[in-house]
């Protein structure tokens, strides 16, 4: 017994499908038309879809909110730090101490 979910998806499937086939007919019956507006009305809509997508990452640039703060990923004490001059004495890292 399939699932009414699956099912459901398979119907939106059949009608992106059948949706996709009818706009490439109605395209290349343009292009056999060599109407201006089989060529302008795409590159009008990927320029628009393109744009939207650029002001929607601005935008979320510009509305997130950062704080500084909170715990380092690196400890002081991490391994960093035995490397740096004057940090750990000798220079060697705590691996080779042991």
């Given at each position: 017994?399939?699932n009414?979910?699956?099912e459901?998806?398979r119907?939106?499937?059949?009608v992106v499908?059948?949706?996709?086939?009818l706009a490439?007919v109605?395209?290349l019956?343009g292009l056999?038309?060599q109407?201006?507006?089989?060529?302008?009305?795409p590159?009008?809509?990927?320029f628009?879809?393109?744009?939207?997508?650029?002001?929607w990452i601005?935008?979320t640039?510009?509305t997130?909110?950062?704080?500084?703060?909170?715990k380092p990923?690196?400890?002081?004490g991490?391994?960093g730090a035995?490397?740096t001059?004057?940090?750990g004495?000798s220079g060697?890292?705590?691996a080779?101490?042991s």
């Amino acid at each position: 017994m399939a699932n009414p979910s699956d099912e459901n998806s398979r119907v939106l499937g059949g009608v992106v499908c059948l949706a996709a086939m009818l706009a490439a007919v109605l395209f290349l019956y343009g292009l056999a038309l060599q109407s201006y507006w089989a060529i302008a009305l795409p590159v009008a809509l990927l320029f628009l879809f393109v744009a939207s997508l650029v002001f929607w990452i601005g935008w979320t640039i510009m509305t997130v909110s950062a704080e500084a703060g909170g715990k380092p990923l690196v400890p002081g004490g991490g391994p960093g730090a035995a490397t740096t001059p004057g940090a750990g004495g000798s220079g060697d890292s705590e691996a080779t101490r042991s």
